[in-house]
């Protein structure tokens, strides 16, 4: 079976539950691993998941960091993914990589990805691949979410753009 765009979906992390996607995640800002929630990314783009880019970040610049969860909400059909971040190269730059976690259940009672404690520290073992670069490609079984950490770099002197229309792609 071909899997349709539909059988996807990207969601925000969260720290609280005993298993993930047991609770919501009505703040972006603290998606940081842990469990999926059941929050989704609204429309893939990165602008909502970070904080516009304000004076004193810019001054001095800025590496922070957030996680979201890719699902494969087939209940029969393995996926083979492209994920693909699209960097428009205006204001931040934006890179991906995936929890060494790997993939688990959507719903599991053991932790989906690591916890950074606060958005600013690197999570562990996750290689970064910029926006400019290729597709990376999963293998996502049913009913199953892997982790994907967005690293955004604001250097000195960036300058805040009205919308940052960075987004994440994903298609089978």
Do not use: C
């Not at 047991?22 to 940081?32: A, C, E, K, L, T």
């Not at 960097?87 to 916890?115: C, E, H, K, L, T």
């Not at 892997?146 to 919308?163: D, E, G, N, S």
């Amino acid at each position: 079976m071909v899997l349709a765009q539909a059988d996807f979906e990207l969601y925000l992390t969260v720290r609280e539950g005993v298993q993930g996607f047991s609770v919501p995640q009505p703040d972006p800002s603290q998606s940081r691993g842990q469990y999926v929630s059941t929050t989704p990314l609204q429309s893939g783009k990165l602008h909502g998941l970070f904080s516009r880019i304000k004076p004193p970040m810019s001054a001095s610049g800025l590496v922070d960091y957030r996680a979201i969860a890719l699902r494969n909400k087939s209940v029969t059909d393995p996926a083979n993914v492209r994920v693909t971040l699209i960097d428009a190269m205006a204001g931040a730059r934006y890179a991906f990589g995936f929890d060494p976690v790997g993939q688990r259940p959507y719903n599991s009672p053991i932790f989906q990805a690591q916890w950074i404690a606060s958005p600013t520290h690197k999570p562990t073992n996750v290689t970064f691949t910029s926006g400019t670069g290729a597709p990376q490609l999963v293998t996502l079984p049913p009913n199953t979410v892997i982790v994907i950490w967005i690293q955004r770099t604001v250097l000195p002197k960036t300058p805040a753009v009205a919308t940052d229309t960075a987004q994440i792609v994903v298609d089978a």
